[in-house]
């Protein structure tokens, strides 16, 4: 449900209440999903709250700066689609 919610509704409001519920039990299924709101939402303040999530999983992973360059932020989530296809198993 919080899943849909954080990709399917444009409220930030409702976003950001997903990303808190996300946030309070993390888990590998929630990675993909984080990866895809980084990279379609606008919101800069959310895009923070959803990088420091996937951060849990891999704590040593590179920064998401919604800030930085295009560049930069392809990288970085270059890195998560990578990590996320070798770990998926591990649920």
């Keep these: 449900l919080y899943h849909h ?4 509704d ?3 409001t409702i976003q950001g209440l997903a ?3 996300i946030k309070r039990k ?3 299924e929630s990675v ?3 990866i895809e709101f980084l990279e379609r939402s606008h919101d800069i303040a ?5 990088a420091k ?3 849990i999983q891999n704590p040593r992973a590179p920064k998401y700066d919604p800030e930085a360059t295009v560049t930069s932020q392809i990288q970085v989530l270059d890195f998560w689609r990578r990590w996320w296809t ?3 198993n591990q649920r």
């Design 86 to 88: 070798q770990n998926q």
């Design 5 to 8: 919610l954080l990709l399917n």
């Design 32 to 34: 993909p999903i984080l």
């Design 53 to 55: 999530i996937l951060r």
């Design 19 to 21: 990303l808190q519920r």
């Design 26 to 28: 993390p888990s590998l």
């Design 46 to 50: 959310l895009k923070r709250e959803a």
């Design 10 to 12: 444009q409220d930030g």
